[in-house]
Structure formats: C-alpha cells, structure tokens
C-alpha cells in the first residue's frame, strides 16, 4: 500500500492524452504486471504463518496499540522504584533526588527522541540494527545488534536477581542456592511461554502488572505525607559528602533511565506508528519520573532511618515503618510482578531483536522463523537461555557489564542518526526531531559526554571483559560470513532498504503524455542494494518502455 501511495504521490500531471493507461497495469520485461508484483509481495508478508519469515508485518495484522506500547517502553527502561534504594545510600538523599529530576533531560528525553524518528522511518524488528546499518553499512550493523543484544540480555538477567534479593530480605531461606535456583528457572519459564503466546497477550498482561506494581506506592505516598520530615531530602551519604560512592551512583542512576532504544523493536508491530510511537514515548517518560521521584521523597522523609540503610529491597523495609507487615508484603510482592513486567518486556525485545537481524541476513535464517502466534520462538529460547546463565552472578557487577556495552552501543546509535539526518535528508520519518544537524548534535552532546564518563569509571574487569565480548563480536561477523558462502546454513538475503514513502492519499493511476514522460519511484535494487541514493525507473506507456524490473519494498 505504501508503494501505490508512493507512486500515485509522485507523478507528472499533464494534458491527458486519448491512450491514456493505468500504470498497475504496466509490465516489465519478464511480463510481469505493477499489480501482480504486489500481490507476490503481500503474500509474502504474513507473520501469523508458522515458520514464516517476514521482514515486515501488514497493517491490519501490527497488534500493539497505545497504551500497551506505553506500558511495554516503561517496562523496558523502569518498572516502578524497584532498584533504585542502592543509588541513595551511595549519593545520599539531595544527590539522588537532583539526579532524577535532571537524568530525564539529559538523558532520556534525547534517547526517546532519537528512538522515536528513527523506529518511525525503520518501523521493522530489527529496530536500531537497521538504523545502523544504513548508516555505516552491515558490519556496524552487526556489532551494534550484538553488543545491543548482550546487553539486554544481561539487563534481563537482572529481574530474577533483584527479584530474589527482595524475596532474600523478608525470607532469608531463599539465600540458599538450593531455594534461590529452582524459583529462578520457573520465573524464566512462565516468562518464555508468556513470550512465545504474542506481543498482544505481553502488552495486556503488562497494563495489569503496572496497575499492581504501582497500587502499594500509592498507599505508602498517602500514609507518608503527613510524616514528612522534608530536612531529610537534602541528607548526603553516611560520611559526608567525601563518601559519595561516584561509580555505583553513577551506574544505577544511568540503568534506571537507559533503553529507550528497545522499544523500536516493537515498531514493526505498532498500529500507526508514525503516531503512536511519539506519543507512547512522552506517556512513558512521565510515567517513568513519577514512578521514580514520589516514592524515593516520601520515603526518605517519611522514615528515620540512617541514609546508608538504603540497599537494594528497602522499600520493603518502608512498607513496614509506614503501614506494617500488610503494606510490607504488598511491596513484595509488587516487586515480585514488577520485576516479570520487566522481564517479558526486555525478553520480548531482544527476542524480536534477533529476528530482525536474521531477517536482514545476519543471522542464521531459522532466528527468523515466527510461531504460530506470530513470535520468534528460536529468538525467545536463545534470549532465555543466556538470562538463565546470567542470572547467577551478582547484581552490582552485572550492572557495571551491561551499562558499559549499552554505552558503545548507544555512542554508535546517535552517530548513525546524525548520519542519517545529513546523508538522507529525504528519508520519509513521520515523527522527526525540530532541529537541523547542528541542533541535533547540541541535543545529543550532553548524553554523549555523559556516556563518555561513565565508561570511564569502569573498572579493570569490566574492560577485560567487555573488551573480550566485543573481541568475539567480531569473529562472530567474519564466522557468520564464511558460513553464508560455505556452507548450507540458510541466511536470508533481502535487507530491506527504506526510502522515501508518504502517507498520502492513494491515487491508483497515472496518465502519461508521451512515452518519455517520467515518474521516478525511489526504491532499491537488488543490484545495488547498499546505494545512499535510491535508483530512478522510468515508467512509460505499455509496451514503449520498461518497468523496473526488481523492486525492494
């Protein structure tokens, strides 16, 4: 639909002649007619076949709507207060609230902005992997999809952890590895079902799970107000403000506003994305802030206890000063569904992640593959069984890991959107920042700058192994590459190449004056699928001159 919109857009409207055609009936030198080209291609999009590979999803099957999109973007970057306790005892209570209400701007708000242009121009699942690659081509294309996807994955194997470590504070049995391992292994594999039944049932579940997660907030924001001792919000940390602890701090703050980004994968399977990605991301920001700064002040200054008590898990400790055991156990529980929010948000993301790099021929071709359900089922295993190997480790270190792939994976993200802005200035993006270049760059600069500072506070092992992971990366391109060419593993081999294609009115013929008359459609071709510039066909009169003879949706 949008190649007949397109072509009915740009078309030369002159005195219409006696012998005048419609151009859906024109052929090409194989004697293939316009329409009977996109009946071939749409019989090739359908996601809801089993074992289908599809590289883009009709509008009448996209299944997320507004306010799952919200739910699932706030998933992806927060899901309640749950994990931000460790940021306070680290910087103290003034840092932390200074923080929160700054991070949004310097951060998140040029994130989502970024996330939003570009998933609406690149509305597939391979999300910032295509941003990417159209940018500086399909090895930068790879590395970011792989440094993207072992980041989330680590961010995912998170949620089982914070999870126990709020299960640990109240029942402590479940400190043992004999307790904490088997609980572990059934939140993965609820969650992977979960995944596998569709996005559809992910987004509804996750509307409730918000609801829940944040209900004991609420109660616990009206029992604290009126024992608001408000001298407590500017406390530093126990020893002073020397003791400010920078790289904790730092990384946590930064974990609990990262990956925007994720939610571009969703882009492919969003009714009107154009629209409804731009407004999911500012309800989610909101969202977000609110869930973070309420809680945080009222439970600071609300409770008596010393700064440096606040470590991963003390709202509960909160719940029990300020409503007793109920509230306490209405937190943890919270915690508990909050964190399986979480959880089938970022699985749901790097899952569909995967396919689309299979789907632009990184990977091999059964990651493609769809369920009957219409979810990629080889993608959601790979996704799990790298979480429930991770999930073992420590939460601190995991955090340190992920946040320094995360930061070169984003570096390279906000290269590819300046690059684009300049070297495809007429891409068709529904949604697009109102700044030029320079603009772009100013608005980028601080996160940038941020970035650069917190890799900088990594320490010795997080390089070495990080450095290793991205070393691996690279051999994973160049083995995926022989493979291709040497081997029977099937890889898909069309990369979708988005030009420019209005949403306009659809005109469903055009009239030329004489066979010399143009109408230029910008699409690639197979011949030269990586041009910066989209090749110009010449449509002319029935059996006078060709039709382009490749066309690449």
Known sequence: LQFLYFIGKCHSRKSMPSDSWKWSDAENSEGVTIRQFLKQQESNVNPGTPGSISSSVSHSSRRLSLVPLVVLVYYGVSGGPFGVEAAVGAGGSLLSLIAFLVLPFVWAVPEAMVTAELSTAYPEAAGFVAWVESAFGPFAGFMEGYMSWISGVTDNSLYPVLFMEYVSASYPVFDDPNYKIPLVLLLVVINVYLNYRGLEIVGNIAIFICLFSLAPFIVMVALGLPRMDFSRLVLPPTGGWSAVDYPTFLNIMFWNFNYWDSAAS?????????????????????????????????????????????????????????????????????????????????????????????????????????????????????????????????????????????????????????????????????????????????????ASVLIVCLMALASTVTLLVCGTMIVFGVFLYFLFGLLKKHTSIDFCHDRTEYSVVPEVSPLLSVDLNTPHTHVYTRCSTSSNPSSSHPDMYLIGKRGRSPVCDHLVL
């Open 266 to 446: 969703f882009a492919g399977d969003t009714v009107d994305p154009g629209v409804t990605f731009p407004r999911a991301m500012v309800w989610a920001l909101l969202l977000v802030v609110a869930a973070y700064v309420i809680p945080i002040m009222v439970g600071i200054g609300a409770t008596r206890g010393p700064i440096s008590d606040w470590q991963d898990g003390y709202f509960t400790v909160v719940g029990q000063e300020l409503g007793g055991y109920y509230l306490m156990s209405w937190i943890l529980t919270a915690a508990a569904v909050s964190n399986m929010g979480m959880f089938q948000a970022e699985l749901s993301s790097d899952s569909y992640q995967v396919m689309g790099m299979a789907q632009r021929g990184m990977l091999p071709s059964f990651f493609a593959t769809r369920s009957r359900y219409g979810t990629p089922t080889s993608a959601i295993l790979l996704s799990a069984s790298g979480i429930i190997f991770l999930s073992l480790f420590d939460f601190h270190s995991i955090i340190e890991m992920l946040n320094f792939l995360y930061c070169v994976a984003q570096l390279l993200e906000f290269a590819s959107f300046l690059k684009l802005r300049w070297s495809k200035p007429y891409l068709h993006r529904p949604f697009q920042i109102p700044f030029g270049i320079f603009g772009c760059f100013l608005l980028l600069f601080p």
